[in-house]
Structure formats: structure tokens, C-alpha cells
């Protein structure tokens, strides 16, 4: 690591003799990830920010917070049970429609004894508390519900500002290559704005998820039918006539497998008739 801190102030020492303009780069600046100047810009002129511009993370003003919207993700999930599953589920869609969201998930499962669906609605943030309305009232009963609503403020205002500052530096590093000589030099700035530029989209990737959350809020919709089997009657006479029915055909598959081993019953029954054979001049000679 100090190795590549000795190459990179070589390097703005050699660029700052070459150059005929006047420009003051400090090499702890361009090393930096958060520099002052990329924290005045984020939190506007006036505020003091404490920091020296070393690699260290950004010290966020709980003042500066303030000045952002709140961004809350909003999460539900509701359960219960109703008498046809198809005029739900049409309620749900129309819901969703009516409310500018649309359907995620669409699930159905069947059993012996019910119908299960599971649904993912998304709608905008602020129709989010609507849409559970809506459908809490066209159900007689929820089994279960659970709601939550997590801040994120500080997360998204923290990854908004190291985004802005490490802009800032690759800003700096583009300049420093337009102005280097040597290919070591143009190879080693490269490096710094390659590693650069994957923090940044690294950041940029997290900001744009935490944008989507806290835009459209998500609610998970299970709902199920019980479906009543009606026990089938004996039916004794049916019964033992099927048993005689299905005698039959055992006797009959038992006949086709002797035919299909009849080779085997010959030999089997061949050797039975030598062996009495056998047996009885024994007994004879005997007597």
C-alpha cells in the first residue's frame, strides 16, 4: 500500500513540473475518496464540516439529514380466508389497478381439503395505507397482519453523499490523465479511476434498489378457500360385486402368468414324475 502512496505522489510531482499552468493538486486529496470540497458541495455552502479529507467515512450533520425527504420503505403482510377464492382474487387485481400498482407474485397451491393463493401487490408509497383498506374492509376476518416501515434516511443520504465525493475525485483523475506523458503514468491513473468507477457503480446499484423500495411499497396477500369432500356411502351390494368382478380378473391374470411359465411347469412337473418314479422301484426292491 505505501508503495502504491510513493508511486502516485511521483507521479503528480513529475505532472506538476511538466505542466506550464498553474494548478495545485495535493496528493492526499486525489488519494482520498471523500474530500472536503465534495462534502461542501453535498451538504451547501455555510456548513462546517469537520474532516480533513482523509480516506476516512463521511461524518454525516444530523443537520444535513434534516434537509432530506424521510425515505421510508413500507412492507405488509396479511392473511385470512374467504368463501371463493376466484371473486378475491378479481377484487385484489381491480384494487391494485385502481390504486396505479400491479401484481408482483401470483401463486395458487390446491390441496385435498383447500385452495391457497399468495399475492404480491406494489403500489406507490403513498397508496400503500389505501390499498390496505380496501381490502381489509371486503374481508370478514384477517388471521394474521403484520405492517412495517423502516427508515432508511440515513443509509440513502450517506450513500447519495459518497457518491457525489467519489465523482468528484474521478473528476480529478480524468484531468491528471489528460495531462500524463508516460505510459507508466497513463497506466497507473487508469488503475486508480478503474477501482474509482466500480465504487461508484457499487454505490450507484444500493441507491437505485433504496430508490425503488421506498417508491413502491409492497404488500403480500395470502388468502385461502376450505372445500367441503362429502363422505361416499358405502354401498355394501357395490361393494361385493366388485369383489367378485375383481376376483375374476385375479383368476384370470393368474392363468395368463402359468401360461406365460409353462415351460418351467413341464420341467417342474417332468422331474416331480421321475422322482415318484424313482421312489417306487426303490420300494420295491426293497420289499
Known amino acids: 500500500m505505501k508503495k502504491y502512496i510513493v508511486i ?11 505542466c506550464s499552468e498553474n494548478e495545485s493538486y495535493i496528493s492526499a486529496d486525489l488519494a482520498s475518496n471523500f474530500t472536503a470540497e465534495a462534502k461542501s458541495e453535498i451538504y451547501g455552502a455555510g456548513e462546517e464540516i469537520e474532516g480533513n479529507g482523509d480516506s476516512k467515512d463521511i461524518d454525516i450533520p444530523a443537520r444535513s439529514i434534516k434537509k432530506f425527504e424521510r425515505k421510508l420503505i413500507k412492507e405488509g403482510s396479511i392473511v385470512f380466508k374467504t368463501d371463493d377464492c376466484k371473486k378475491t382474487k378479481k377484487m385484489i387485481h381491480q384494487v391494485a389497478n385502481s390504486l396505479n400498482g400491479y401484481l408482483a407474485r401470483d401463486d395458487e397451491n390446491s390441496y385435498d381439503h ?3 393463493y399468495k399475492i404480491t401487490i406494489r403500489v406507490p408509497s403513498e397508496n400503500f395505507d389505501n390499498l390496505l383498506t380496501k381490502i381489509s374492509k371486503s374481508v370478514n376476518k384477517l388471521d394474521d397482519q403484520n405492517i412495517s416501515v423502516r427508515d432508511v434516511t440515513e443509509e440513502y443520504v450517506d450513500i447519495d453523499a459518497r457518491v457525489k465525493a467519489k465523482k468528484i475525485v474521478e473528476k480529478r483523475y480524468l484531468e491528471l490523465l489528460s495531462k500524463a506523458h508516460s505510459i507508466e503514468e497513463i497506466l497507473l491513473v487508469e488503475h486508480e479511476l478503474a477501482r474509482l468507477r466500480e465504487q461508484i457503480e457499487s454505490k450507484e446499484g444500493r441507491l437505485r434498489y433504496l430508490k425503488d423500495q421506498v417508491s413502491l411499497s409492497t404488500l403480500n396477500i395470502t388468502f385461502y378457500q376450505t372445500i367441503e369432500v362429502e363422505e361416499e356411502n358405502f354401498e355394501f351390494f357395490n361393494k361385493i360385486g366388485n369383489g367378485f368382478h375383481n376376483g ?3 383368476l384370470l391374470w393368474i392363468f395368463i402368468g402359468l401360461v406365460n411359465i409353462w415351460p418351467f411347469l413341464m420341467f417342474v412337473g417332468l422331474g416331480i414324475w421321475v422322482l415318484i418314479r424313482f421312489i417306487k422301484k426303490t420300494t420295491r426292491k426293497k420289499n
Do not use: A, D, K, R
Request: aromatic share 18%.
Open 8 to 18: 502516485i505522489i511521483t507521479v503528480i510531482s513529475i505532472l506538476f513540473y511538466s
Open 114 to 116: 383447500q385452495i391457497e
Open 248 to 250: 375374476f380378473e385375479g
